[in-house]
C-alpha cells in the first residue's frame, strides 16, 4: 500500500466528502499507458479490484458511465442489449473529458461535470474493497463497492467480454 501523504482535493474527493464517504487515498507514480496494470502493480493490489471508468456513448451520442475490472473488457454489443441501445462506443477522448470534467486516464465516476447514467459490471460489487480514480493520473481511492449503487445510483450489468480476454 502507499505511504500515507496529502493528495490536493478533487471534485472526486470533494463528492466523497460531501456525502461523508470513508475513502483511503493511493497516489502513485503515473505511467502513460499503464493502465489499471501499472497502478495495480505500483500500489501492490489486485488488478481485478481496480476499476476502470470509461465514458462511452450510445447512436444518439448521449454519454454515459461504465465501470470495469481493470484486468477486463467491455463488451460494447452486450452492454447495449442489456441497456435498450443500439450501439454502445467509447468516446473520443475530448469529448470524454468535456463530458466528464476529467482528463482522460484521470476520470472518475465521482463528481463528474454532467449528469450520465453509470453503469458497473455486476461482479464489482462482490469486491470485499475497490481501488477506483480519485480525479487525476496517478491518484486512486479506495472504498467499498457498495457507495457505487447506494451514491451513484449505478445500474448493475453484467458486459464482461469474457473473462479470457483483457
Known sequence: ??????????????????????????????????????????????????????????????PLVVLMHGDRQVSTKNLARQIGRKRIAPCDPAVAQRHSGYQVGGTSPFGIRKAMPVY??????????????????GFLVSLPPAVLSEHLQATPVDCENGADEA
Not at 483511503?24 to 502493480?41: F, I, N, Q
Not at 460489487?125 to 493520473?137: A, K, P, Q, V
Open 1 to 62: 500500500m502507499s505511504r500515507s501523504q496529502h493528495v490536493s482535493e478533487t471534485p472526486a474527493t470533494h463528492w466523497l466528502r460531501a456525502r461523508a464517504i470513508a475513502f483511503g487515498e493511493h497516489p502513485y507514480a503515473y505511467v502513460e499507458r499503464g493502465g489499471t496494470a501499472e497502478s495495480a502493480r505500483a500500489l501492490g493490489v489486485d488488478e481485478h479490484a481496480v476499476i476502470k471508468t470509461l465514458v462511452m456513448e450510445d447512436e444518439a451520442h448521449r
Open 120 to 137: 458497473v459490471q455486476q461482479t464489482i460489487l462482490d469486491l470485499e474493497r475497490i481501488y477506483i480514480n480519485g480525479g487525476r493520473r
